[in-house]
């Protein structure tokens, strides 16, 4: 099986900054695409940004410039980088990986999401 745990949220002030870790562990054959999503209260989640195996990036246009996601595939652990961050980023902030794993002696792909970790920016 295959786990992920997410670190790194918390109350920052408008203009800070947090980095977000997610670190996956198991019986990891590879990985994928890495997303993060967040979801704030009322609202539904979206997608924030994804890194491909290839290394390209996606950001919705709200984070564009303020947030960097990035990969260390040799700990199989992802990151989300928020600088000059607003009351608005305000949320849970979910992981979201794509991998192959090992299930005896097949690979299979499947999808796993973080328990989440709140970020709440004050003004």
């Known amino acids: 099986q295959v786990q992920l745990v997410e670190s790194g949220g918390g109350l920052v002030q408008a203009g800070g900054s947090l980095r977000l870790s997610c670190a996956a562990s198991?019986?990891?054959?590879?990985?994928?695409?890495i997303s993060w999503y967040r979801q704030a209260p009322g609202k539904q989640r979206e997608l924030v940004a994804r890194i491909s195996n290839a290394g390209s990036t996606n950001y919705i246009d709200s984070v564009k410039g303020r947030f960097t996601i990035s990969r260390d595939n040799a700990k199989n652990t992802m990151y989300l980088q928020m600088n000059s961050l607003k009351p608005e980023d305000t949320a849970v902030y979910y992981c979201?990986?794509?991998?192959?794993?090992?299930?005896?002696?097949?690979?299979?792909?499947?999808?796993?999401w973080g328990q989440g970790t709140q970020v709440t920016v004050s003004s």
């Open positions: 198991g019986s990891i054959f590879s990985i994928n695409d």
């Open positions: 979201k990986i794509d991998l192959r794993r090992y299930d005896g002696a097949t690979l299979r792909s499947n999808t796993y």
